[in-house]
């Protein structure tokens, strides 16, 4: 077979390779797969540590839970910035979170924009940045004494429901909803995320014996409706008016929720799961993930199923067989308790595998494609039996996002290599500037010659770059050994959306020339 030949036939394996891509199927190194842990950091759960730490103590605190779940091969984190009416993040809209700084409403000294360094620092390392926010939790406690006067408590009380030792926005008035989608647009508009994130606080939880005093805005604004329909109806408004603004600034970023474990108990609806749960998103919450799904609102949801496999009342098993079952027109991921750890009193918990296990079972549906977990300090230096188990079996080999639902295309621009030039064991490609496409990373795969080269087998991935624009050209740097004789190696773009391109083989098609210095055009 002469060299042509060879070439032709190759990439056209490679390129073959693209067309067998589908939702997740049970595989045991799948290709595609969301792997996400929540960052909380509200009262300092996760990050900072604390808010008067030194912000470079900060810093390198943030880099080690980056650096823990990039070595797991997680691929997105989901990062809160604002918890309690404050930003992580200089605003118009919010005052600095005491949880960043010590103080509400105090700037980081020295200055810097934390939110724009965290999503910089995410990408770099190949992660998705998911921007987490609650809507309308406004305070976690009653002492209104320690909050800005920029904080809305004082800009605008009649927003305010106080509820369970809390301060609520009231989520009926128009105005509280104009305000939260303002605040989602400046996110929006102001920094590279790849998603808008909300969890389970709509309308409060519960509390035995307490009501949520909305009557006035009920009286004003219900319309004949009974209470239960009129608040999942404000929700349901939020939610709608949310993806929307998010799409017309932004159509790349995703809209993501992660409500409540239970939609609905079989014995209230026959529609429900098999569970006992105490509350519901429906009944208690007045947060309607199906009408979310079924109108198209959202682009992902990632129920927390903080259960274990065989739990009595609230089973993982019954309630990922539910989601499964019951989704329409979006992405389901499963969120799962990470924290629970051998801290809960459910003993199964301190089984290694419960863990591993639940991933195991999420494969096995193939409408459902991957999971997250609450939260980031469970791995970070702790739980190392759990990790090892993850390391060794389920997340052994990187694994890349889906692209955001209903935006899969095949006409994203191929890489074109200009030059490739080598010195001291480090090759440097020079890529021409993509114009055509948006594109989020440069992908490199490598095997050896004899293995041949498939880019959907993921222990063939070697390296996630962050794309840096420049004018006219793009530069990465890789082994030299990938592309010494023996290995063939290949790159493909990643667009905004997730999308993969077709792949561009380096060893045999490309000028190669050689350096005496390293280049200064790195994009690492």
């Given amino acids: 077979m002469n060299r042509n030949k060879y070439l032709f036939l190759l990439l056209s394996f490679i ?18 797969e969301f792997r996400a842990v929540w960052i909380a950091t509200v009262v300092n759960i996760d990050w900072p540590k604390n808010g008067t730490d030194p912000i470079e103590k ?27 009416g404050d930003a992580f993040y200089p605003s118009k809209l919010a005052p600095w979170s005491k949880y960043l700084t010590g103080k509400e409403g105090q700037a980081p000294t020295p200055y810097y924009d934390p939110l724009e360094w965290m999503i910089t620092e995410a990408h770099n390392r190949g992660f998705e940045f998911h921007a987490w926010l609650n809507p309308y939790r406004a305070t976690m406690d009653l002492r209104t004494d320690i909050l800005s006067p920029t904080h809305d408590f004082y800009k605008h009380p009649e927003w305010m429901i106080k509820y369970g030792g809390k301060y609520y926005y009231d989520p009926a008035l128009p105005e509280v909803q104009n305000h939260l989608i303002a605040v989602v647009d400046e996110v929006v508009k102001n920094y590279d995320i790849d998603a808008i994130h909300f969890d389970d606080y709509f309308y409060p939880y519960k509390i035995p014996g307490e009501n949520f005093n909305d009557t006035a805005s009920f009286k004003k604004y219900g319309g004949g409706m009974n209470l239960a329909d009129w608040r999942r109806l404000n929700v349901n408004n939020f939610v709608k008016y949310c993806a929307f603004s998010i799409k017309t600034i932004k159509p790349w970023v995703q809209f993501g929720i992660s409500p409540f474990g239970v939609w609905r108990n079989k014995s209230l609806d026959p529609r429900g799961s ?18 979310w799904m079924e109108n198209c609102w959202i682009d992902y949801l990632l129920p927390q199923l903080y259960w274990s496999i065989d739990h009595k009342t609230a089973s993982y098993a019954k309630l990922i067989k539910w989601w499964a079952e019951n989704s329409t027109n979006t992405a389901i991921y499963i969120g799962n308790g990470s924290y629970k750890v051998n801290t809960d009193s459910d003993k199964k918990w301190n089984i290694p595998s419960e863990i591993p296990n639940q991933i195991d079972l999420t494969r096995t549906y193939k409408n459902i494609g991957g999971n997250a977990f609450f939260s980031a300090k469970s791995f970070v230096n702790r739980n ?60 490199v795969y490598s095997a050896n010659e004899s293995a041949k080269l498939n880019i959907n087998n993921p222990s063939q991935i070697v390296d996630k770059i962050a794309f840096t624009e420049r004018k006219d050209s793009i530069s990465i740097t890789i082994p030299q ?24 083989l380096l060893n045999k098609n490309t000028e190669t020339k050689t350096s005496q210095s390293h280049s200064n055009d790195e994009n690492r």
Avoid: C, H, W
């Fill in 384 to 443: 190392k039996a759990v990790t090892d188990l993850l390391l060794q079996n389920q997340y052994k080999y990187p694994a890349l996002p889906y692209v955001v639902p209903n935006s899969r295309r095949t006409d994203i621009e191929i890489p074109k290599v200009s030059t490739i030039t080598t010195n001291n064991f480090i090759s440097t490609v020079t890529l021409n500037y993509p114009l055509l496409s948006k594109i989020r990373y440069v992908m």
């Fill in 481 to 504: 050994r990938l592309l010494e004789k023996g290995n063939i190696s290949a790159i493909t773009y990643i667009d905004y959306f997730g999308n993969e391109s077709e792949a561009t």
């Fill in 58 to 84: 900060q810093k390198a605190d943030y880099l080690e839970i980056l650096d823990t779940y990039k070595k797991l091969n997680y691929n997105a984190v989901i990062v809160q910035i604002r918890s309690v």
């Fill in 15 to 32: 390129l073959l390779s693209f067309a067998n891509t589908n939702a997740q199927e049970k595989v045991s190194y799948p290709k595609n």
């Fill in 274 to 291: 098999d569970t006992n749960s105490g509350q519901t998103n429906y009944d208690d919450l007045f947060a309607d993930p199906v009408a």
